[in-house]
Every structure is written in C-alpha cells, then in structure tokens.
C-alpha cells in the first residue's frame, strides 16, 4: 500500500506544478494590477514606478514565477496587494469555506448512499421515480438560482415555522457574536443550513443516479445471485455483496464531484455573502492579486488530489487487485 501512494503522489506534483504556471502566466497578463492608479489625479509617474518595484511588475514573468514557487516550497505565500500576509488571508477564509463544503459533502454523502440504495433495490417504485425526477432537476438548475429561491421563499418560511430567526440568509456568523459555546454554534449552524442545502442538492442527484445504476448492475453479477439462493437475508445481500462492488465505481464520482463542490461554493458564498475562499478569489481575480489568486489555487488543487488519493486508497481496500495495477 505504502508503493500505491507513492505511486499516486509521484503523479500529482507535476500536476499542481503545471497548473500553477498555467494560472500564473493568466493572471500575471490578464490585466494591469496598477490600473486603478493610472486615473488618480495626484499619482506621479514616480509612485507608479515605486509600486510596480514593489509589487516585482518590472522584473520578467519567468523570473516572477521562480521568485514565487522558491517562496511557496518554503511555506511563504506572499504578500497581497493590500501587504498583508496572504497565509493569515488563507487560514482566516478556509476555516469559513471548509465549514460549508465539509458539511455538504458529509450530507450529500449520506443521502446519496440512502436514495441511490433504495433507488436500486426498490427499482420502478414511486420513491425510485420521485427521486430520479428530482436528481434530473437538481443537476438542471443553476446553484445560484436555487440559492436565490431558498432565500427568498424558505428561510422566511423556515423562521415563521421555527418561531424566530433561525435561518439566516446572509454571512457565515453573526457579527460580534457573543455568549456560550452552544449559542454560538447554533449561530453557525443558522447561517450553515441554506449555504449547505443549496451546494449539496447537485451532488446528492450525480451521486446517487451512479449508486443507483451501480447497484442495480452488481445485483445481476452472479455471485450476488448466489447469495441470494443460499437463503442469505436481503439486508446482507445488499451491503455485503451489492454495495460492496457498487461502491468502487462510486468512489471515482465523489472524488471527482468534489472538485465541483469546491467550484460551486465560489457561487454560493457570492450568493450568501460569505467571506470564505470563493470571495477571496473572486477579490483576486478583479484585482490580478497574483498571489491570493494562486494561493486558491494551490490549497484547492490540492485538496482535490487529496480527495482523489482517498479515492484510490477505498478501492484497494474495497479491491485488492488494484493495488497491484
């Protein structure tokens, strides 16, 4: 196993290395991080000149980006436009973006397994054609919109249900919040739940249409078939032998959707005023800070790879023949 991963940690360096140099190449002649000065009426050529110094504008792209990546394999990310130290930046806007996905993956995770498992041994029954609707919907509609209904429609219908203001439809935290721990984590998990529905929808439809067409090709394999004839209880069908060999081609689809997760977050803390990772980028992207904007780009690259290495460490545990591949 320790071969395995090494194997698969041999291949995603030169990854997160070429995609750092592609989006640093973008973003370094995407456009002018100076250009907000060239139209105030009291800059000087001279100023200019000093920041573009500063900021290393003067030097070649090449030499930027070896500037950089020496920086970055010593745990230095840079400094923002702004001069603050984008890894406090980072620490401070993960810790917001991670309460959000972390939460939606772990709930779209088990309502996939639910509905994808019932979706397949229950096949054609009404809960089987509800839910497939649905999933065809939820992959249809943009994240945005559906933030924007749950907004508009179910938080005020929530908190009228609730008796208060429970659910709230902006920012991760209420600001200057004070009081016990249980009042500050029932502020969290106010702010969690529109954010958290909203990205977990799409995922919970892809996850469970592939569990679903999984499971019902492992209940025609034949040793699922035997089983059955030996007068084994279908519960121990279904998850000793069923989802056991359902699970390994699902596994591919959640590493990979969680890659989209990380994309749609960016939409829906834009849509939800959340100062996490997605806000963070969208400030870099418009300000061509190169730093922050690269600095997203390699925790969630990495992140990613993280998820795909999960990925092939559940198939040699769920089928020792690809370890050996």
Avoid: C
């Avoid at 959000?100 to 009404?126: D, E, K, N, P, Y």
């Avoid at 249809?140 to 938080?155: C, I, M, N, Q, S």
């Avoid at 007068?231 to 699970?247: D, F």
């Amino acid at each position: 196993m320790g071969g395995f991963v090494v194997r698969r940690l041999a291949v995603s360096v030169p990854l997160l290395l070429a995609a750092s140099i592609l989006v640093f190449a973008l973003v370094a002649n995407a456009s002018d991080p100076l250009a907000e000065l060239y139209n105030l009426p009291d800059v000087t050529p001279e100023v200019i000149d000093a920041r573009r110094a500063e900021l290393s504008l003067d030097r070649p792209v090449v030499e930027r980006y070896r500037k950089w990546l020496t920086a970055f394999v010593q745990g230095d990310f840079g400094k923002s436009q702004g001069g603050r130290e984008v890894r406090s930046l980072l620490w401070e806007r993960l810790q917001v973006t991670l309460r959000m996905t972390l939460v939606a993956t772990v709930v779209a995770l088990g309502l996939a397994l639910l509905v994808g498992t019932i979706g397949a041994v229950r096949q054609h029954s009404t809960f089987d054609k509800v839910t497939r609707v649905a999933g065809y919907l939820f992959l249809a509609v943009p994240v945005f919109w559906v933030g924007g209904l749950l907004k508009e429609y179910a938080a005020i219908r929530l908190n009228r249900l609730l008796g208060g203001q429970l659910v709230f439809t902006v920012g991760e935290a209420t600001p200057n919040l004070s009081g016990s721990l249980a009042h500050r984590l029932a502020d969290y998990a106010g702010h969690l739940v529109l954010p958290t529905i909203t990205l977990a929808l799409g995922p919970i439809a892809a996850w469970s249409r592939h569990l679903r067409a999984s499971a019902l090709d492992a209940m025609s394999a034949e040793h699922v078939v035997a089983a059955r004839a030996k007068g084994l209880p279908e519960w121990r069908v279904v998850t000793g032998h069923v989802l056991r060999n359902a699970l390994i081609p699902f596994t591919t689809v959640v590493a990979l959707r969680f890659g989209h997760i990380l994309g749609g977050a960016v939409i829906v803390e834009r849509v939800f005023s959340w100062q996490g990772m997605g806000q963070m980028l969208i400030d870099g992207v418009t300000r061509a800070d190169t730093n922050v904007v690269l600095a997203w780009l390699m925790v969630t690259a990495t992140t990613v790879l993280i998820f795909n290495l999960l990925a092939d460490l559940a198939y040699g545990w769920l089928d020792p023949r690809i370890r050996d591949d």
